[in-house]
């Protein structure tokens, strides 16, 4: 009944309703501390909000949102100015565009979500209950689903055995039709010639009338895995949300997509208009001048829709190959100018003979999987770092909009191309300065460690020049965030690079020429937002106050002065600011305070706008916040950690402790991050702490992102190295200083961090009393090439070099007790890089020492018949087995 009302409400919602749609079981704080409740099936955690954007006055921001437990994304417009906010989208707001049954469906897959959550939170208590010794009935749900299915195949044996009575019915009656037919025909009268009866409508037979089917068992648990698997639900089977939208330039209003169609709001009406129905996928680029027109693209066209008539009119003709027509471009990116004069065209043209797409990349590797009755083999793409590259050739065109009613123009030549082939080449998004006079974009070449920026003239014909050049001395992290643009003057062009080892923005004065960094200080800031309109001030996310929180800054142009708009400890990410630069929003928050969308402004108090999470998830983490610290290498470098500390705890205790590592470069993310409660470093680092009076540690090692090129660096042709060394240096400084026993220390990871708990276990064989490594890449010659190339060491494509760095020779070290765990089905990193170490390790006689803990249809974040409250029962074991429990 609960659920019913839930579903209606969610059908007819228009407007902003803060609360909690949790169906689940809340967690109450005098309630002892389980991993069931804990990893609860419906998780505690919200989705937050994303792509945040301001009107072009700054008084409206609008959002992706839904509240704790709603599907999809839906559209909300906040008004700064009277503090309300408008959701424009919802499941019921969309279905005169749907359709009843479209939504209905929606609706019953929903429900499906939520009585899969509660089944699924019983079934895990009820186990736990189990193992504790108490009476209960384990079977009591697989029970109820086969009654249930028994009942469904019942009716609709009684429904096929009474239409089976119904056409046999109606055979007699036509057969004895058709002999009265023959028999007028030959002449000879029937006896009797009886009335033409009317085809009654077939009668439901009655329950007695069609036998109860009849199987075994094990049939219909059969039948049951079938219907399961049928009924299991996919992404596309909830209420999707919005997919997009894009302000006005100047107006106070906004286009959106919503299932391949197009609506249209303006302020102040209560529900969006539908503008293209034409379920085409559709992406939206921009607003036109005057906003009276809209740039969008689908596969290859780019189209101005004009909003009077909703004419429809093609801004490009399909790209050719300059010297063979039958090799056609296909535009890979567009990017219109503000002014709508002028746009670039990214496009890309097939490699192979006769203008036939070339055969992909790399190769594809067999991952089987044990859901049937006999295993299968499921085919995942995959290029690895000794593979032949299949780069696209590339051409940038720069074109003119063709006026409204005129016809396309020549085509032009490009202004810039790249040949691809066997390379790696990357190139980020063109970006055009707000005049639309000037166009930017940055390059990478791998191979050559060549970095360049250019700098073009809105002209079909002049090539772009070369602005900025690196060669050599480019960090390994500063690739991937390369975004050249421009102030809103159209004076400076702006882009992030580590010149002086730190990620920031660095400004290029367009008429001296000359290079200049926009910011002082060692800490990271390559997120760029925004600038005032009188381009004297901008603003970044950066680190500059605290490792573990980035906040929003403004900053002087000039003389790189710094003020936070966010509160201190609060961790920002998804940031955007106003145009005229007086406010911003960012998703932020802390361990005590989960994140949530906050509108910011300059020495006043942050407003939050959204309620994503159960609130019992507050409660729960409010109360157990763990403890900061940092200490120096034998480098003399500062590393970053935070620890739980149990209650009761002394210095001079000798307890069992645990110490959690990642490690490796990972684009701007590590662990110690105050808004994050990862799984396995937070969570159950919390509970091992509460419930066993462990000492459980998170370290940042050298190796991690964010901490500037020294860090994400030391990884490069040294993989585990210094981060062994950092983690011995750790377990050094938890004896001296965190109470804890060193002969009774753990350690664990995953992924990278799976791959460094190996490393150290393996190259230290007698630091850490155990281990648990999950989903480590041990063989990196078999990982992704764009991030072994980039983070490992360089490459050859001739041959595996990257072997060099392999655990496998390393594995025979192992003395102590070592748990690997893995996905069967990861297509990230292979199931066969545990298999393999796994083999070395028994091959070298260490079958007392090694588990294997595995879920058949998990992939690397498991998620298949191994749950996150089993996977972690499975830890707390390992851990209470080999480090005992404290005093």
Known sequence: MVLRAHVAALLSATVLALGSASTAPAFAAAEPLTL?????????????????????????????????????????????????????????????FDGPDEQARFARKLQQRHQDWQDRQAQEEAQAAYLRGEPVDLTQ????????????????????????????????????????LAARRAGKAPATTPAPATPAAPTPAPAASAPELKKDDWEWRDELKKQQ?????????????????????????????????????QAGQDKPQLLMGMNRGLRVLAYGPGDQSLFVQDETRVLRLRFKGLSVQTLNRELVHADDVDKKYKIAQTTVSRDGRWMALLAQAPLGEEGKPPPKAGRQVEIMGYDQRFATAKKVDREVSD??????????????????????????????????????????????????????????????????????????????????????DVGHEVVNVLRPHFTPDGQTLVTVLDDGGWRQPYALDLKARQLRALLKGDFEAHQVLGYTRDSRHGFVLANKDDWAAMNVYRFGVADGTMQALGAAGDYHRNAAVSEDGRQAVAVAGHWAAPPELKRLTLGAPAKVLTQSHDPAWAGLMR????????????????????????????ATDRRPAVAYVYGGPLNDRHSVELDSYQPTAYQFSMYMAERHGYVMVTLDTRGHSNYGRRFSDANWEAPGVPQTEDLEDLHRYMVQNLG????????????????????????????????????????????????????????DRSKPTLRKYSLL???????????????????????????????????????????????????????????????????????????????
């Open 809 to 887: 020779p390393l594995a025979k070290n192992l003395k102590k007790p070592l748990l690997l765990v893995h996905g069967m089905m990861d297509p990230n990193v292979l199931y066969q890089d545990t298999v393999n170490v796994y083999r070395a390790l028994l091959e070298s006689g260490k079958e007392t020492l090694v588990d294997l803990f595995l879920d058949p249809e998990g992939e690397h974040g498991m998620g298949g018949a191994v749950k996150t409250a089993g996977w972690h029962r499975k830890y707390e074991a390992f851990w209470l087995q080999h480090l005992g429990r404290a005093p």
């Open 387 to 472: 593979d032949k590259r299949q780069v696209l050739p590339t051409a940038l065109y720069i074109r003119a909009v063709p006026a409204e009613g005129a016809a396309p123009a020549a085509q032009p030549e490009p202004v810039f191309t790249h040949k691809g082939g066997d390379v790696w080449f990357e190139m980020s998004p063109v970006v055009w300065s707000r005049d639309g006079q000037r166009y930017t974009f940055a390059t990478w070449e791998r191979e050559r460690e060549l970095l360049r920026v250019y700098l073009g003239n809105a002209d079909e014909k002049a090539k772009p020049e070369v602005v900025i050049e690196r060669r050599g």
């Open 36 to 96: 069931e409740r804990l990893f609860r099936a419906q998780p505690y955690r919200g989705e937050a909000a994303r792509d945040a954007a301001f009107s072009a006055s700054g008084r409206y921001v609008a959002y992706r949102w839904n509240p704790h437990g709603e599907p999809g994304l839906d559209l909300y417009v906040h008004d700064t100015r009277t503090g309300q906010t408008q959701r424009l989208t919802s499941p019921g707001a969309m279905t005169p």
């Open 740 to 795: 804890v026993d060193g002969a009774r220390v753990g350690l664990n990871g995953w992924s990278f961090g799976g791959f460094q708990t190996q490393h150290t276990l393996f190259t230290r064989p007698d630091l850490y009393a155990a281990g648990i490594a999950g989903a480590g890449p041990t063989e990196w010659e078999n990982y992704n090439s764009w991030y072994s190339g980039r983070t490992i060491g360089a490459v």
């Open 229 to 265: 698997q049928k009924n299991k639900l996919k992404p596309e089977d909830l209420y999707p949300g919005v997919a997009q939208f894009v302000w006005a330039q100047e107006a106070e209003e906004l286009v959106f997509q919503y299932r391949g169609a197009l609506f249209r709001w």
């Open 141 to 180: 749900w697989e029970r109820a689903a086969l009654d249930k299915l028994k009942a469904q195949a019942q009716a609709k044996h009684q429904r096929d055995e009474a239409q089976k009575a119904a056409d046999k019915a109606d055979a007699e009656q036509e057969k004895k039709a058709m002999a009265a």
């Open 623 to 650: 109360t157990r916040v763990p403890e900061r610290f940092s200490f120096k290498n034998r480098h003399g470098d500062l590393l970053q950690a935070y620890v739980f500390k149990p209650k009761g705890w002394q």
